[in-house]
Nanobody
Framework: QVQLVESGGGLVQAGGSLRLSCAAS????????MGWFRQAPGKEREFVTAISRSGSRTNYADSVKGRFTISRDNAKNTVYLQMNSLKPEDTAVYYC????????????????????WGQGSQVTVSS
């Protein structure tokens, strides 16, 4: 019901910044909670951050708290991940995800809770 297209990945030096975008098409974007996950080579997929459907609630993994910011623009059907003070350990493929959440305004922290996924965007941080 929803297609997610990511953009904004690339190569950056440690300490630099990148902004990922995830544009949604299909059903009403404002009905979906959104999240970002990442998977580094040889590692399991891990939670990065999540935002409720209204944008009023957010959650962050401890590893990115204070450095990353999730936001959404429901008028543009887009969720963003602003990444500052990047570290080499942030290198991974980043995936946005959407979960239809009806009328609730919760965040969801488990990948298994999301039904729709973007194609992935490579972020590489050099030291």
């Amino acid at each position: 019901q929803v297609q997610l297209v990511e953009s904004g990945g690339g190569l950056v030096q440690a300490g630099g910044s990148l902004r990922l975008s995830c544009a949604a098409s299909g059903r009403t974007f404002s009905n979906y909670a959104m999240g970002w996950f990442r998977q580094a080579p040889g590692k399991e997929r891990e939670f990065v951050t999540a935002i409720s459907r209204s944008g009023s609630r957010t959650n962050y993994a401890d590893s990115v708290k204070g450095r990353f910011t999730i936001s959404r623009d429901n008028a543009k059907n887009t969720v963003y991940l602003q990444m500052n003070s990047l570290k080499p350990e942030d290198t991974a493929v980043y995936y946005c995800a959407a979960r239809y959440s009806s009328s609730v305004d919760y965040t969801f922290l488990l990948g298994s809770g999301y039904g729709y996924w973007g194609q992935g965007s490579q972020v590489t941080v050099s030291s």
